[in-house]
């Protein structure tokens, strides 16, 4: 097993005239050159945790280690060897994209030469060189955040926080990003993903930690979590108009339950799925649906048949 970057034990947190815990007793482990998914709803507790990852906070009670560094007693090393692409920008907010990008790689120690040459190509590849001489409080949220996402790519630190990395982006820029930390990874970068979004996060995500009001409910693979649920195959159709005869076409498939009037669900089991697929294609047909998926069980399915309550997105 690859070494350990980030070590938390026992991580605790609880903010100042409040009794409810937004961290609560968190053990885990981030490897070396792993993507590691911090999955949860809004107010799960995920960015109070990154901040003391990051040394930004310091936690209640418990120990966090950084390359074997007490973070909690040192928290200035974290600089040395993390970027964190925070939810906001207000600290520069007053720079262009361009001073912000530059200044912050002469910050992690580059030359100003190569600060200069990453600017350029970051300011490109993320759609910025149009707007890189407005200053980043006059820019809307999207580029904003595209802005904190260059912040943290450049120096190319070996340990990459992202919190919400995709949030307020336009699907052609979101695919850019998530190939970005593909890439990053590939090269040996560690990252640390925090999302709620885990319909895109699953497809990178290569070991997944879920909390829930502040508890760490379950930590693996994203193979290995699935593999607690559920295994039942979802068959998801829309149809076009409303139909009378669904319930009882539906209900020779698997367990059949309706989500609106035209929108449906079926859970079968996975050796007559195809059956049932069959089925839907040559007994229903596709020119009566709007839409027909089939789906396998997500980290979303994991996240509420362990008891989450909320949906994560």
Known sequence: MPAAVYSAKHLTKIYPGNDRKANDDLTFEIHEGEVFGLLGPNGAGKSTLVSQLAGLLKPTSGSIR??????????????????????????????????????TGRFRGLTSAEARRQTGALLEELNLAAIGRRAINQLSGGQRKLVTLALAFVGDRPVM???????????????????????????????????????????????????????????????????????RVRLELLFKTDDETAPAMLARLGEARPLTRR?????????????????????????????????TPSLEDVYLQLGGGAKLA
């Not at 973070?71 to 001073?99: F, I, N, R, T």
């Not at 050796?271 to 027909?292: K, M, P, T, Y």
Request: contains cysteine; proline residues 4%; charged residues 25%.
């Open 66 to 103: 950084l390359y074997g560094i007490d973070v909690v007693a040192h928290p200035e090393a974290v600089a040395d060897y993390v970027a964190l692409q925070p939810q906001g920008s207000s600290a520069v907010g007053d720079l262009y994209p361009h001073e912000a990008i530059y200044h």
């Open 161 to 231: 926080i992202f919190d919400e990395p995709t949030n307020e982006l336009d699907p052609e820029i979101r695919r850019v990003v998530w190939e970005k930390l593909q890439a990053l990874n590939r090269r040996g970068t560690t990252i640390l993903l925090v999302t709620h979004n885990v319909l895109e996060a699953e497809r990178v995500i290569q070991r997944v930690g879920i909390v829930s009001q502040g508890r760490l409910m379950a930590l693996g693979t994203p193979g290995e979590l699935k593999a607690r649920v559920d295994q």
């Open 263 to 295: 929108h449906w669900t079926v859970l079968c089991h996975r050796e007559g799925a195809r059956d049932s697929i069959d089925q839907v294609l040559g007994r229903i047909g596709l020119d009566r649906l709007d839409d027909f998926r089939i789906l």
